[in-house]
């Protein structure tokens, strides 16, 4: 395997590290930041036209659908660049990769160009009430009446609801079937009368995380759908097979340079506060117990990378991509819970002061880190659940 990469892509990512340096100054990153509370504030739109125009989101998209049909690898250097300083670029969570993979002509032809743009912004309606780690569960319904479907139902966490312009949404359509069938996709406008998104204030919102906290949102939402009515083009996929279409999307959606970093980036910020900083009298930089372990957790960022750019090129090479995005999802955030369990160990108390304490290092990053690290092995499927997916798909095992 080789492990480097073209002139051409390094002379992209140096174009890349330019257009940066140029456009993204500490206003459009505060503004961004702020997307989750607020949605895309007039900077952050004016960069994103700016990327767009540049032809760097969707580059391994196709053309018909507003892409360049280029490489995934040429994607993942541009998604990495960005997502380093905190834009987000590479479609993660957009639910392109599904559309891309179940959607009719139509519907590619409608919203892959819209996202590219910025214009659609999804919200992912998964998780309910009764129904998080075990989501097969999920009770929303939607009942065929005619040409069109009837939903009724409750979504939580859906982060990106109160200015996402559609919600991509799991619900129930053949009740008898057993809890893995019967499940549909689709594909929602969120101002279809009959929705309503209520906020869910998280740990992070008092005090608030400062800029570059992983997690760190302070607003989350639940949504409830009631007597929604939408046309049956909404469904994404063949009906009661949500399923099956959820779990490509989402498997695809997990491998990309914003998802690996959102586990490394901890590792790269504790190591330059180590090289920068004396701390109580102590020099952390100088203790060997501190240096072997920051070592031990940089190879595992190492890995985290090299196992997202596996996925990238097995996709793009046209391999069967079955469980590697499971796989990524169990390493990286348990690789990012325990970088953050030794940055408490190197810190001591002072690890606990959030935002806004006196003695709080960083701005309390370390601490807010800490809160948001968890959370990283829940979101987007738990870790539990994910192992079982590596067990059956990628090793062959039966169902206890």
């Known amino acids: 395997m080789d492990f480097g990469f073209t002139p051409r892509q390094e002379a992209l990512k140096q174009e890349v590290r330019q257009f940066i340096a140029e456009n993204v100054s500490p206003e459009v990153l505060a503004e961004a930041a702020k997307g989750w509370e607020e949605g895309r504030g007039p900077r952050t739109r004016e960069l994103l036209k700016k990327i767009a125009d540049r032809g760097w989101v969707g ?10 049909g280029g490489s995934r690898i040429d994607q993942y250097l541009v998604e990495e660049e960005f997502a380093r300083v905190g834009i987000g670029v590479g479609g993660a969570g957009s639910g ?33 009430p ?3 780690a075990d989501l097969a569960s999920l009770q929303c319904r939607a009942v065929r009446d005619g040409d069109e479907y009837v939903v009724n139902g409750q979504k939580m966490f859906t982060s990106s609801a109160h200015f996402a312009t559609h919600l991509y949404l799991m619900a129930r359509t053949d009740p008898e079937a057993p809890k893995h069938k019967g499940i549909s996709i689709f594909l929602i406008p969120m101002d279809t009368p009959g929705i309503t998104v209520r906020p869910l204030w998280t740990i992070q919102s008092n005090p608030t995380a400062p800029l570059g906290t992983t997690y760190g949102q302070a607003r989350t939402n639940e949504v409830f759908l009631e007597d929604v009515h939408v046309p049956a083009s909404c469904i994404l996929g063949e009906e009661n097979m949500g399923w099956y279409v959820g779990a490509m999307g989402l498997n695809l959606d997990r491998v990309g340079a914003s998802r690996y970093l959102l586990s ?11 090289k920068e900083n004396d701390f109580q009298g102590f020099t952390p930089a100088q203790d060997p117990a501190v240096r072997d372990r920051l ?19 097995l996709v793009e090479h046209g391999g069967k991509f079955t469980y590697e995005g499971s796989a990524e999802k169990v390493f990286s955030p348990e690789h990012g819970v325990r970088t953050t369990e030794t ?13 806004g304490s006196p003695e709080a290092i960083e701005d309390g990053i370390f601490a807010h880190n800490v809160l948001g690290a968890f959370q990283s092995g829940i979101n987007h ?16 095992m039966p169902r206890s």
Request: neutral net charge; charged residues 20%; proline residues 4%.
């Open 96 to 128: 392109a990769p599904a559309i891309l993979a179940a959607g009719t002509e139509e519907q590619k032809q409608y919203f892959l160009p819209r996202i590219i743009r910025g214009e659609i912004v999804f919200g992912l309606g998964f998780t309910e």
């Open 381 to 396: 499927g738990s870790v539990q659940v994910m192992r079982d997916q590596v067990a059956r798909r990628g090793l062959g």
């Open 59 to 68: 580059i391994s998209w196709p053309k018909e659908y507003g892409g360049q």
């Open 343 to 355: 940055i408490t160990q190197v810190l001591g108390p002072y690890a606990q002061l959030m935002n």
């Open 295 to 313: 070592a031990e957790l940089w190879i595992e960022a190492q890995v985290c990378r090299l196992m997202t750019l596996r996925s990238m090129s």
């Open 130 to 132: 009764q129904a998080g």
């Open 264 to 274: 490394v980036s901890r590792d790269e910020d504790i190591i330059n506060w180590v």
